[in-house]
């Protein structure tokens, strides 16, 4: 009884309420996001969900280690037994690896005929047959599309002459995803005849939520109210999720502007550390950091304005209104909106608010009621914006996959021990 409670607080039992009956056996369904915002942890749980069913799954990561992965199952096995106190959790661990096969590759290439010998190895050697197959970093680009269809059904025609549900896992990009989006995006839309059922991951203020964009045959999918733990892929809860604690330094992405100072700081010491980096910048803006540059659209770059009269009111203070100084507000927007949470090293003032374009930051973060950690290089300590104020505490860790890590450019060497403190505290006893 216990482990069906653990189960239906998975993301797809909600799923599968707002669809047609979920995905079903030899149909494809594809979880699309944008990089760094959940497509994994989707999977995982998915994968989770069908082996405490006593559902055999078969997990094919693309690009990725074995102990990555499997370091994701752990953490979020944890994180579910954790906050369903689970009693009997080791029978269930145990449950969960009788029924789950993970095969990693270091390329982005399954062709199907590596998939079916795959199958093929398992079902000769140990009975193994799974009922799900989780395709997780393929490669949706590479090639004609009429060869990637084929391939593509190819993967179908196997799922279904086992009689295996398959999910597959896809990025998508920045200038090819409105807003909000309703129907299948680039790099699927190709596929869009392939694909049963659509899934489209974002990032929404402190969680995450998932658009259906396709439910079979439907014209018109339901709204699925789904919103998630931007870590966990679950059901959200009141509580901070633990899983971070639990995932290598890889799993990780630092969100910042990569201007000189903190925000150098904080992706020399994200790279030093193994975490990936993602640098927001604009055309004709010079940045010290070029790890993982995003060079946002105009286009991109209005979805982070915000009228200067509320900046104002917020900030108590002007900035300057040249074009590039407005830009670069608009850029801070997008290190924001989608972290889980948002680290600066800066000064708060008298007024609460933190000195110079940093604020605006730290203000997005309060906005979006993101955990905000500010460390004060005049008081030499960590606080955090908590019921209205801030809060002197303990120096904190990083506890989310996507983090923002942003602040002045004048860093004294006080501010960079901290930031270097912070990965350590984080990240060194993993």
């Known amino acids: 009884m216990l482990r069906k409670e653990v189960n239906e607080k998975s993301p797809l039992r909600i ?48 690009r990725q280690e074995l102990d990555h992965v499997r370091s994701w199952y752990d953490a979020l096995f944890d994180d579910l037994a954790e906050v369903t ?10 449950l969960v690896n009788k029924n789950r096969v993970i095969q990693a590759y270091p390329d982005s290439v ?11 190895l398992y079902a000769d050697k140990i009975g193994f047959t799974p009922k ?66 659509a899934i489209f991951i974002e990032s929404e203020g402190a969680h995450a939520t998932v658009r259906l964009l396709k439910d079979h045959d439907h014209p018109r999918p339901n709204d699925t109210h789904l919103h998630l733990d931007t870590d966990t892929m679950r059901l959200v809860a009141d509580e901070l999720s633990s899983v971070a604690k639990n995932l290598p330094p890889s799993s990780f992405t630092l969100l910042s502007g990569g201007a000189s100072g903190a925000e150098a700081a904080f992706g020399e010491t994200a790279e030093r550390h193994g975490a990936h980096e993602v640098t927001f910048s604009f055309a004709g803006n010079e940045t010290a950091r070029r790890r993982g540059l995003v060079e946002l659209s105009d286009e991109e770059l209005e979805r982070g304005g915000v009228h200067e009269t509320y900046i104002q009111a917020q900030l108590h203070r002007i900035f300057p209104k040249t074009p590039r100084f407005q830009r670069l507000l608009k850029s801070i927007w997008h290190q924001v909106a989608t972290a ?11 007024d609460q608010t933190v000195k110079g374009g940093t604020g605006w930051g730290a203000e ?21 914006w908590k019921d ?39 990240f060194e006893s993993r």
């Open 364 to 384: 997005l973060a309060r906005h979006f009621r993101k955990p905000l950690h500010v460390f004060d290089q005049v008081k030499n300590g960590w606080f955090q």
């Open 110 to 120: 399954l062709p199907h005929e590596r998939l079916d010998d795959i199958l093929s």
């Open 340 to 350: 889980g949470e948002v680290f600066v090293v800066g000064e708060i003032q008298p």
């Open 85 to 94: 106190e689970l009693q009997n959790r080791e029978q269930v661990r145990a």
């Open 132 to 197: 799900a197959i989780l395709i997780d970093g393929f490669d949706w680009e590479s090639g004609k599309v009429v060869a990637r269809a084929a391939e593509i059904g190819a993967f179908q025609i196997t799922a279904k002459r086992i009689g295996a549900e398959l999910w597959m896992s896809a990025v998508t990009h920045r200038v090819s995803v409105p807003a909000h989006p309703t129907a299948i995006i680039p790099p699927c839309e190709a596929y869009s005849d392939l694909i049963d059922l």
């Open 15 to 62: 799923l599968e309420s707002s669809t047609r009956g979920g995905l079903g056996p030899g149909k494809l369904g594809v979880v699309m996001a944008r990089a760094g915002v959940g497509k994994t942890a989707f999977l995982v749980q998915i994968g989770l969900d069908d082996a405490m069913r006593e559902r055999p799954v078969l997990h094919v990561a693309l």
């Open 388 to 426: 209205g104020d801030w809060k002197s505490v303990d120096p904190p860790r990083i506890q989310r996959t996507r983090f923002c890590g942003t602040g002045t450019r004048h860093l004294t060497e006080t501010g960079r021990k901290a930031i270097t403190e912070l990965f350590e505290r984080s």
